[in-house]
C-alpha cells in the first residue's frame, strides 16, 4: 500500500500523506506558483523527480533525495544544437522545433535507467539519476518519426513509457499522434506497431495508418506486462502481445473517450478509465464524474460514482492524473478543476481529499 | 563592461545577481554571463541558443530584436536588462 501521493498541478506540486487514522491531508506544497506537469518518485533509490514547465523560462527538471523537503536543479532533458541549415517541419508545413516544451514522461527503469519523453516528441534517457540525460536517437533519426504531429499539444508528444518490469530493454512508447513504438534492444533500435488501433479523426484511406494513431495513454499490467491497456483518442484498446496488436474495446460506458487509464498491478484483467463526452466538449457525461472498471479484460463494465459528483459536475481528468498504488487498492484522479478523489477499495467508493486544488495535471502514488 | 541585471521575477528560480560583464557584443556579454552563472542560461536561452519566447532583452533602453546570434555591439558603459515578456504572463 501506498500512504503518500505526489499531485502535480498548474501551481504547484502538493504531496498528499495518510495518517495512521487513514486520513489523506496536504504534507508538503513544493513549486507553489509554478507548473508542474508530472512527478515520480523512484522507490528503488528513494528520488523524487519533478517537471516544471516555467512560463518564461522553459522546461524544468527538480530532484529530491529527502523525499522533498529540498531540491536541486538538474540540467533538464534538452535536444542537441540543430545542424547548421536544417530544416525540421511536422506534416503540415510548420517549423518543428528541437526544442523541449514539455516533460510529458517519467518513468524510473528497474536497471537503474530514467525515461523522459516530451513534447515536441523527444525521448531521453539518463543512467545517472537524471545528473545528465541523452536524446534516444535511433528513434529521433527513424524515418518513421517525420509522421509525427500534434495531439493535445501543438507539437508531437510521448506521453507513456512501458517499461518491461523484467526485461527492462524491452520497450513501449506512446505518442500522440504517432502510434506505439517499440524498442527490445534498450532504445538501440525501434520499430512501429499499433496493429488494430483505428483513428476515425483521419480520412478513411488512414483510418488504420499504425504511425498517425493517437493513443492518449498506455499502462502495462507489472504482473502480466504483455497486457498494456490504451485509452485512445478513438476509444478504448486493449493488447495481450506488449502493445504490438490491439482490440478494441466497444462497451465502455458511459463513454468510450477519456484521457486516462489504470490497470490493476497483479490482475491484468482490472483497468479503470474515467469516461468524458467524446470528443470537442470533453466534460463528463450528464454532468456526473463516475470511473469505469472492468474486471474481465474489456467483457464488460462497471459505472462507479460512490463519493463523486453526479450534478453539475464538469471534471475533465488529464491522461497523467488517474493512478493505482501497488495493492490495486488505491486508487486516485485528479480533474481540471481542482478535485482530487481517492478511494481505498478499488474504486467501489471514493473521497473527495480536495475540491479547490488548481488544475491537475498528474497523480501518481510515491 | 556593461552591466546585466535581470527581471527579479526570475530570482525566485535561479540565483541571477547584476553583474559587470566584458564583451563588445551582445552576445559576448551574455556568453560571459552564464559562463559565471551556468544554471542562468537555460532561463533565458533554449536548446538552440535562442531566446526564450516571452523573454525581451533591452540594451540602453531598446528593446533587442535579435532572437539569437545577438551580434549587436554593446558599449562599456551599456545596460543590459534581461526582462519578462508580457505576453507570457
Known amino acids: ?366 | 563592461m556593461a552591466r546585466v541585471t535581470f527581471t527579479k521575477n526570475l530570482e525566485r528560480h535561479v540565483a541571477c545577481p547584476s553583474e559587470d560583464v566584458p564583451g563588445a557584443t551582445l552576445r559576448a556579454v551574455l556568453d560571459g554571463y552564464f559562463e559565471r552563472h551556468p544554471l542562468v542560461r537555460s532561463y533565458v536561452l533554449d536548446e538552440q541558443s535562442e531566446l526564450r519566447r516571452h523573454v525581451v532583452l533591452f540594451v540602453d533602453g531598446r528593446q533587442v530584436a535579435e532572437r539569437k546570434g545577438f551580434t549587436q555591439a554593446v558599449r562599456g558603459d551599456s545596460e543590459v536588462y534581461v526582462m519578462q515578456a508580457l505576453s507570457g504572463g
Open chain 1, 1 to 366: 500500500m501506498s500512504d503518500r501521493l505526489l499531485v502535480s498541478t498548474r501551481k504547484g506540486l502538493f504531496e498528499f500523506t495518510r495518517s495512521n487514522a487513514g486520513r489523506w491531508a496536504v504534507s508538503r506544497v513544493s513549486f507553489l506558483g509554478d507548473a508542474v506537469s508530472l512527478s515520480l518518485h523512484d522507490r528503488r533509490t528513494g528520488v523524487t523527480y519533478a517537471g516544471l514547465g516555467l512560463g518564461h523560462y522553459g522546461v524544468k527538471l527538480r530532484r529530491s533525495r529527502d523525499g522533498g523537503a529540498s531540491w536541486d536543479e538538474l540540467a533538464a532533458p534538452a535536444f542537441p544544437p540543430m545542424p547548421e541549415g536544417h530544416e525540421e517541419k511536422l506534416p503540415d508545413g510548420r517549423p518543428w522545433p528541437w526544442r523541449v516544451e514539455q516533460i510529458w514522461a517519467l518513468e524510473a527503469a528497474p536497471n537503474g535507467e530514467l525515461w523522459c519523453g516530451t513534447v515536441s516528441g523527444g525521448l531521453f534517457v539518463s543512467r545517472d539519476q537524471g545528473d545528465t540525460f541523452s536524446l534516444v536517437r535511433p528513434l529521433w533519426d527513424h524515418p518513421g518519426r517525420k509522421n509525427w504531429f500534434g495531439g493535445g499539444a501543438d507539437m508531437p508528444a510521448i506521453h507513456s513509457v512501458c517499461v518491461h518490469p523484467t526485461d527492462p530493454r524491452t520497450l513501449a512508447i506512446g505518442i500522440s499522434c504517432g502510434g506505439v513504438w517499440h524498442s527490445s534492444d534498450g532504445g538501440e533500435s525501434w520499430e512501429l506497431s499499433a496493429r488494430g488501433m483505428r483513428a476515425s479523426y483521419m480520412p478513411p484511406d488512414r483510418t488504420d495508418d499504425e504511425g498517425i494513431q493517437d493513443p492518449h495513454r498506455l499502462v502495462r499490467c507489472a504482473a502480466s506486462p504483455e497486457r498494456v491497456w490504451a485509452q485512445h483518442h478513438d476509444g478504448v484498446f486493449r493488447s495481450d502481445d506488449g502493445g504490438r496488436s490491439w482490440s478494441s474495446i466497444e462497451n465502455v460506458t458511459p463513454s468510450v473517450f477519456g484521457f486516462a487509464v489504470a490497470v490493476h498491478p497483479r490482475d491484468p484483467n482490472t483497468a479503470w478509465f474515467v469516461p468524458a463526452v467524446k470528443d470537442e466538449t470533453r466534460v463528463p457525461v450528464d454532468a456526473k464524474v463516475v470511473v469505469a472498471r472492468t474486471r474481465d479484460g474489456g467483457a464488460s463494465f462497471e459505472i462507479l460514482r460512490a463519493g463523486l459528483p453526479q450534478e453539475n459536475a464538469y471534471d475533465l481528468t488529464y491522461r497523467h492524473a488517474l493512478d493505482v498504488d501497488e495493492s490495486g487498492e488505491r486508487l486516485a484522479f485528479g480533474s481540471t478543476t481542482g478535485s482530487l478523489w481517492l478511494s481505498e477499495n478499488g474504486g467501489d467508493s471514493f473521497t473527495a481529499l480536495s475540491e479547490h486544488l488548481p488544475p491537475v495535471y498528474a497523480v501518481r502514488f510515491a
